[in-house]
């Protein structure tokens, strides 16, 4: 089911979109730069999300924070590649596995804790707009149907 949901994501997504900011000579985005979360309705007083993206030819580091707070998480993506993620937790093991599906970026992450395995996919694009976004299909226990989310970013 996931593999389809996926499949159909990248599928509209292709047929949608016709992507910008593309790196030099590889035909795919280049996702570098400081983008910052959109929300349609925000709430008074909340902090947003801000993505901070250095991407070169093997691969792209991706810092998550919040706006106005010092700590953040960090990310390694080895594009084609697996990489395992470090965790100030020595429990939880983390890696990353990266395709290239045209000109989006598929993230497969397996993250595995004390409790289980937790995996799920994130296809990284950019939008007509230029607005990174990031879609995120997490299946669930049991057969249920798979959960998707889809973030957006503007450049900051």
């Known amino acids: 089911m996931l593999t389809i949901l996926t ?3 990248c599928g ?12 030099q000579g ?14 349609k309705e925000p709430k008074p007083g909340a ?3 801000v993505v ?7 691969g792209m580091k ?29 429990t939880i093991q983390a890696a990353v596995t990266t395709s290239w599906q045209g000109a989006i970026l598929k993230a497969s992450s397996e993250i595995t ?14 939008d007509k707009e230029g607005h990174l976004t990031i879609a ?7 057969g249920a149907p798979s959960r998707s989310t889809v973030s957006v970013y503007r450049r900051q």
């Open 7 to 9: 499949s159909v994501i």
């Open 12 to 23: 509209v997504v292709v047929a949608i979109t016709p992507v910008t900011g593309f790196a």
């Open 26 to 39: 590889t035909g795919r985005p280049d996702f570098s730069g400081a983008w910052i979360k959109h929300v």
């Open 47 to 49: 902090l947003r999300e």
């Open 52 to 58: 901070t993206v250095t991407q070169d030819e093997s």
């Open 62 to 90: 991706v810092s998550l924070s919040v706006e106005g707070r010092t700590e953040s998480e960090t990310v390694r993506y080895e594009f084609g590649k697996t990489a395992a993620q470090e965790s100030p937790v020595p």
């Open 113 to 126: 804790t004390r409790s289980g395995v937790r995996r799920f996919d994130q296809l990284w694009y950019i």
């Open 136 to 142: 995120t299909v997490t299946p669930q226990p049991d």
